[in-house]
Structure formats: C-alpha cells, structure tokens
C-alpha cells in the first residue's frame, strides 16, 4: 500500500487549499478509513481529520472544524482535505494516513503513510 500526499503551498490567511491523497495498493474488496494527520514545527503529529471508507463517518479535531472538510472518491482512490479560512495556527506539515477497517484518531494504528505536503500560511 503507497500513499502520496500533495496540495500543500503557502497561503495568506483566510486563503484556501485542497490536499489530495492518491492512495495504491489495497484490493478492491478491502475498506479502508483515510486520516489526516498535521504535525506543525517544535510540535508533535495530530489528527486532523478521518473518514470512513463509505464516506458516512467522519471526524475532526476541534481546532478545524467548520473550517476543513473531508471527502474521498472511491473510484478514484484517492481523498481529499479541503482546508479553508486557513490561519496561521494551521502551519504544518499535512500527512494523509490509511488503515483497513473502522475509523481510529489513533496515529499507531495506521500502518500506511503519506509523505507530507507542507502548507504555510502566512499573516
């Protein structure tokens, strides 16, 4: 299973960016959840957001919510973090993760990761 995260760039604040997440790997019967991880400088990773393989479930962290959106297309396995009215706050390196089965906030239970995509977002 790869993953290849892109998207990121640098923004003024209250701009807006759409992360992409191309994910390969996992059969065609298998249902996975996608994670959206952020880890900003002199700082540990946190969820960001996650999303049920159906796309009925989904999670974000306080700190984006009403602000970000989750999405993914199946058939073109691939997921999506549309990240708006960004702030500064929101500076980080930006991962997408995957697992198979039910949804998990919990970054140790994720055995597939993307390579991050850095967003800047300036004042």
């Known amino acids: 299973v790869q993953l290849q995260a892109s998207g990121g760039g640098l923004v003024q604040a209250g701009g807006s960016l759409r992360l992409s997440c191309a994910v390969s790997?996992?059969?065609?019967?298998?249902?996975?959840?996608i994670a959206w991880f952020r880890q900003a400088p002199g700082k540990g990773r946190e969820v960001v957001s996650c999303i049920s393989h159906e796309g009925g479930r989904k999670y974000y962290a306080d700190s984006v919510k009403g602000r970000f959106s989750i999405l993914r297309d199946n058939a073109k396995k691939e997921g999506y973090l549309y990240l708006d009215s960004l702030e500064p706050e929101d500076t980080a390196v930006y991962y997408c993760?995957?697992?198979?089965?039910?949804?998990?906030?919990?970054?140790?239970?994720?055995?597939?990761w993307g390579q991050g995509t850095q967003v800047t977002v300036s004042s």
């Open positions: 993760a995957a697992k198979r089965g039910v949804s998990s906030l919990v970054q140790s239970e994720y055995p597939y």
């Open positions: 790997g996992f059969k065609i019967s298998e249902h996975y959840v």
